[in-house]
C-alpha cells in the first residue's frame, strides 16, 4: 500500500510516504519498530545520472536529494535521534554508508545511545576506476542496537551448525563473517533509481535479524527496495521517501507486484 501522508494522521504499516522521514518517524511510536535497514544520502555531490558501473544515464529516475557536506553531521544526528526512539528495545538498525562520511555516523550514533554490535563490510564485484587512489569495492554496514542483551539474533536462520562448505568448513561460521560477498543488481534495460541495495543483502539481515510479521522501517526508501523484499518475505514495513518520482517508483512495483519495470520505449 502507499500513502500520502497529511498533519496529526496516524501512520499504517504496509504503507510508504512521500515525506521527509524526520517528518514521518515523528508520527510513529516509540519502541514500535522492530528492524530498520537503510541507506541515507551520501554528502559526496553524488551524480544520480552519471554513467557509472555500465548504467546507461537517461533510464535512471533523476532528483536524488544530496546533503550538503557541512549539514551532514546536524542531518545525520537528526534521523538518528527519531530512529533510535522509534526503535525497540529487541529491535535493530543497519545503516550503510560509504567511507566518505562514515565518520558523521559512527559519532551520531554514539551521541544518540545505539550500541554498535558489528561493522559489516559488503564487498561487491567492483568499485569505480581510480587514478591516484585505491579502487573503493566495499560499502559500509553498521550493525547498531539499543539494548544488546534484548535484541533478537537468529544464528541458525539460513544454515544449521552442521552445515558444510564443499571442503568441509562451516557454512553457517562462513556466513556469519563479517565480510559479506554479494553483487551488486544491475537492471539493465529497466528503469531505476541511482542506488539500490540488492534483494541479497536485504533478505540475509531479515533473516538474522526478524522474523515473519515484525515491522521494518526504511527512512530513506529510495526504489522501494526494502519494502519490496520485507513484503516478499512477509514482514510488515514502513517507508519514507522525500523524491516525489522516486516515491512513485516505489508505489508502482509495490501496487503492482513488480520487482523490475521496464523503460517505457513507447
Known sequence: MAADMDAGQ???VNAIYNTDCIAGMQKIPPGTIDLIITDPPFAIDFKAQRSNYNRTGDRVIPGYNEISVQD?????????THAYR??????????????NNLK?????ADDVGFITVNHLIWKYQFGVACKRRFVTSHYHCLFLCKDDQKRAFF???????????????????????DVWHIKREYWRGDKKTPTKLPA???HKILQYTSVEGN?????FLGSGQVAIVSKQYNRQ?????????????????LDNGAYRIPTDTA
Open 86 to 99: 522509534v526503535l525497540a528495545t529487541s529491535g535493530s538498525a543497519f545503516v550503510f554508508s560509504g567511507w
Open 215 to 219: 515491522v521494518v522501517l526504511d527512512p
Open 104 to 108: 558523521d555516523i559512527l559519532i551520531a
Open 10 to 12: 496516524k501512520l499504517a
Open 200 to 202: 541479497a543483502l536485504i
Open 155 to 177: 544464528n541458525s536462520a539460513r544454515y544449521d551448525a552442521d552445515a558444510r562448505t564443499e571442503k568441509g568448513g562451516s557454512l553457517r561460521y562462513r556466513d556469519m563473517e
Open 72 to 80: 551532514y553531521p546536524a542531518f545525520t544526528h537528526s534521523w538518528m
Open 237 to 253: 514495513y514502513i517507508g519514507f521517501e522525500i523524491v516525489k518520482d522516486y516515491y512513485d517508483f516505489a508505489r508502482e512495483r
